[in-house]
């Protein structure tokens, strides 16, 4: 295995990745699955952290190797099947998520440990190649994941009214691997690779949230719910998942930072937030939907229910401005993404007065505001740059 330099042409994302990227479409579908059915139930503390536990779970196994996969790419016999196991592994945790909403791991913890394993693996191969710059990483994170393994092991052991504390405590010492590693992006591998991988995922978990509430559509459609309504709600949710699509890849996608280590963690580590917080859109929507088609089955008020919208679209903004800030030292959307922010959150206290469709529609068009807006503002800056 050698080194990709940054030098190389334009990289596109293997077959191979697409289809390993794919393989966690089922397990985000799974977490916002849950958190669906925990907030429609009422159960919002309880469901909101096994969400951020699972989303967490998922989030790593991906973002691990598709740094790995960047730098190192043989796409030989070996790499194939290492790579096939850790799909199989993603399958599994995607199976396991329902039981993680419960708190309980052992199928998730297995899958995760066989992927982990395989990524290991990967990494021994690096070992073997006596590269002088990545040898001495490739040994820390063979070590230190193998102990991490071990622990997730022993996890399983864990009293129940423990294991979240114990949870999130380990989960902080796996993910700061790379840091204890040394790992850093200057060494190797192609930025314009990664930022497409993250923007390949970031599509995923948009598609899964028009997926998510087009089904809840076509279930309310079944139901006979108010033509109007419905098409309102549906109306303003399309708006807001365009808007968010056009924000991130017009306005915030860019190159990884190579100023500094601690500029690209932030960018790497701050996509959770993104991801989440997208995925959690869905669930908003989907539940605005049921909401509509049969009140009594949500156990939130009207408010609540949009507020779910309202919270992820301003933890997405807020999010985006700090992962660009970080990337490029500057801070020129920060402004305008905390006031669409504040606006999103505020949209679901009028949900009273336009109802629920009403208050979705809202924040679609804060959405579409701040996208007129910025690109108003691009082309006063390229009028002045003529």
């Known amino acids: 295995m050698v080194a990709r330099e940054h030098s190389e042409g334009h990289r596109q994302a293997s077959w191979l990745e697409l289809f390993f990227d794919l393989s966690f ?30 989303f967490a779970a998922i989030w790593w196994a991906w973002m691990a190797f598709t740094w790995f996969a960047n730098v190192f790419d043989t796409d030989d016999v070996p790499y194939r099947l290492l790579m096939m196991i850790m799909i199989a592994g993603s399958l599994g945790l995607a199976a396991g998520v329902p039981q993680l909403a419960q708190l309980d791991f052992r199928i998730g913890v297995t899958s995760y440990v066989v992927m982990r394993l395989a990524y290991v693996a990967q990494w ?40 979240v504390p114990v949870f999130i405590a380990w989960f ?73 699509w ?7 996608s860019g190159p990884v930072p190579a100023q500094g280590m601690t500029a690209q963690y932030v960018w790497g580590y701050g996509h959770y937030l993104v991801f989440a917080a997208l995925a959690a859109i869905g669930v908003g929507l989907s ?14 008020p009207d408010w609540g229910v949009v507020a779910v919208i309202g919270v992820a679209v301003a933890a997405f903004l807020v999010t985006i401005a700090l992962v660009e800030s ?24 009028a949900a ?15 959405l579409a505001g701040m996208v007129v807006h910025n690109v108003a503002l691009e082309h006063r800056m390229h009028l002045r740059a003529r």
């Open 25 to 54: 479409v089922v397990a985000v579908a799974q977490a916002a699955i849950q958190l669906e059915h925990a907030l429609a139930e009422g159960h919002v503390g309880a469901g909101l952290i096994a969400y951020f536990l699972m």
């Open 124 to 163: 021994m191969r690096v070992l073997h190649t006596r590269d002088p710059i990545w040898r001495p990483i490739a040994t820390k994170i063979i070590v230190l994941t193998t102990i991490n393994q071990a622990g997730w092991v022993l996890f399983l052991l864990v009293p129940l009214e423990w294991r």
């Open 172 to 244: 902080t010492v796996d993910i700061a691997t790379p840091i204890l590693a040394g790992w850093d992006a200057r060494m190797g591998g192609h930025r314009g690779h990664i930022v497409e991988r993250y923007g390949l995922f970031t599509i995923i978990v948009l598609g899964e949230s028009i997926a998510a509430a087009t089904v809840a559509v076509a279930e309310a459609i079944n139901g006979d719910v108010a033509v109007l309504p419905l098409l309102t709600l549906a109306g303003g949710g399309l708006i807001v998942v365009f808007s968010l």
């Open 246 to 252: 056009w924000i991130y890849f017009h306005f915030s």
């Open 287 to 300: 539940l605005a939907v049921e909401w509509l088609r049969d009140p009594e089955h949500v156990a939130l």
């Open 326 to 349: 970080a990337a490029e030292r500057g801070h020129s959307h920060l402004f305008t993404n905390l006031c669409g922010g504040v606006l999103a959150i505020a949209a679901a206290f």
């Open 352 to 366: 009273p007065l336009v109802t629920v469709p009403g208050s979705v529609l809202l924040i679609g068009l804060v």
